[in-house]
Protein backbone atom coordinates (compact mmCIF):
# COMPACT_ATOMS: atom_id res chain seq x y z
CA UNK A 1 0.00 0.00 0.00
CA UNK A 2 3.26 2.67 0.93
CA UNK A 3 4.73 1.61 -2.74
CA UNK A 4 1.14 2.52 -4.60
CA UNK A 5 0.53 5.87 -2.47
CA UNK A 6 4.90 6.76 -3.47
CA UNK A 7 3.89 5.69 -6.98
CA UNK A 8 0.55 8.29 -7.12
CA UNK A 9 2.19 10.89 -5.39
CA UNK A 10 5.45 9.91 -7.58
CA UNK A 11 3.18 10.63 -11.33
CA UNK A 12 1.12 13.46 -9.51
CA UNK A 13 4.05 15.37 -8.97
CA UNK A 14 5.65 14.28 -13.08
CA UNK A 15 2.38 15.55 -14.20
CA UNK A 16 2.44 19.16 -12.69
CA UNK A 17 5.80 19.87 -13.53
CA UNK A 18 4.77 18.85 -17.02
CA UNK A 19 1.75 21.00 -17.14
CA UNK A 20 3.45 23.94 -15.16
CA UNK A 21 6.38 24.29 -18.00
CA UNK A 22 3.88 23.77 -21.01
CA UNK A 23 2.16 27.06 -20.00
CA UNK A 24 4.76 29.20 -20.22
CA UNK A 25 4.19 31.58 -22.82
CA UNK A 26 7.50 31.95 -25.30
CA UNK A 27 8.24 35.71 -25.84
CA UNK A 28 7.94 37.39 -29.40
CA UNK A 29 9.42 40.84 -28.52
CA UNK A 30 11.62 41.85 -25.23
CA UNK A 31 12.74 45.53 -24.25
CA UNK A 32 15.61 45.65 -22.00
CA UNK A 33 15.03 47.35 -18.65
CA UNK A 34 17.11 50.19 -18.38
CA UNK A 35 19.50 50.22 -15.84
CA UNK A 36 18.34 53.43 -13.07
CA UNK A 37 21.26 56.39 -12.83
CA UNK A 38 21.11 56.36 -9.25
CA UNK A 39 21.02 52.42 -8.70
CA UNK A 40 24.48 52.55 -10.99
CA UNK A 41 25.67 55.23 -8.27
CA UNK A 42 24.68 53.17 -5.41
CA UNK A 43 25.86 50.03 -6.74
CA UNK A 44 22.75 48.81 -6.42
CA UNK A 45 22.22 45.37 -7.61
CA UNK A 46 19.82 42.19 -7.66
CA UNK A 47 16.90 40.33 -9.13
CA UNK A 48 13.23 41.43 -9.51
CA UNK A 49 10.37 39.43 -9.76
CA UNK A 50 7.01 40.32 -11.62
CA UNK A 51 4.12 38.76 -12.36
CA UNK A 52 3.07 39.22 -15.60
CA UNK A 53 -0.47 38.95 -16.54
CA UNK A 54 -0.87 38.43 -20.34
CA UNK A 55 -3.68 38.82 -22.73
CA UNK A 56 -4.91 36.05 -25.41
CA UNK A 57 -3.05 38.59 -28.10
CA UNK A 58 -0.16 37.89 -26.30
CA UNK A 59 0.76 42.03 -25.49
CA UNK A 60 0.93 42.40 -21.51
CA UNK A 61 -2.19 43.61 -19.07
CA UNK A 62 -0.50 43.80 -15.74
CA UNK A 63 2.58 43.81 -14.16
CA UNK A 64 3.11 43.76 -10.45
CA UNK A 65 6.76 43.84 -8.57
CA UNK A 66 7.05 40.40 -6.26
CA UNK A 67 10.18 41.00 -4.74
CA UNK A 68 13.52 43.15 -5.49
CA UNK A 69 15.11 46.52 -4.84
CA UNK A 70 12.55 49.44 -4.96
CA UNK A 71 15.25 51.38 -7.08
CA UNK A 72 14.64 48.60 -9.81
CA UNK A 73 11.46 47.09 -9.71
CA UNK A 74 9.69 50.50 -11.59
CA UNK A 75 12.73 50.17 -14.77
CA UNK A 76 11.84 46.19 -14.70
CA UNK A 77 8.34 46.93 -14.67
CA UNK A 78 8.60 49.52 -17.40
CA UNK A 79 10.18 47.15 -19.90
CA UNK A 80 8.30 44.32 -19.11
CA UNK A 81 5.27 46.39 -20.10
CA UNK A 82 6.44 46.50 -23.47
CA UNK A 83 7.00 42.48 -23.94
CA UNK A 84 5.09 40.71 -26.55
CA UNK A 85 4.12 37.01 -26.07
CA UNK A 86 2.80 34.41 -28.34
CA UNK A 87 -0.90 34.49 -28.58
CA UNK A 88 -2.70 31.79 -26.48
CA UNK A 89 -6.34 30.81 -26.20
CA UNK A 90 -6.58 32.63 -22.85
CA UNK A 91 -5.40 35.33 -20.62
CA UNK A 92 -1.98 33.95 -18.53
CA UNK A 93 -0.21 34.54 -15.70
CA UNK A 94 3.34 34.32 -15.77
CA UNK A 95 6.46 35.13 -12.85
CA UNK A 96 9.60 36.69 -14.65
CA UNK A 97 12.93 37.80 -13.12
CA UNK A 98 14.85 40.83 -14.45
CA UNK A 99 18.48 40.59 -13.06
CA UNK A 100 20.44 43.73 -12.71
CA UNK A 101 24.10 43.99 -12.29
CA UNK A 102 25.97 46.88 -11.54
Not at 5 to 30: E, N, W
Not at 39 to 44: E, K, Y
Not at 75 to 94: I, L, M, N, Q, Y
Amino acid sequence: MRKVTLLVLLLGCLLFTTYASATARPVKKKVAAIYPELARRMHVGGTVKLEVTIEPSGSVADVKVLSGHPLLGAAATDAVKHWVFEPGPESTVEEIAIDFNP
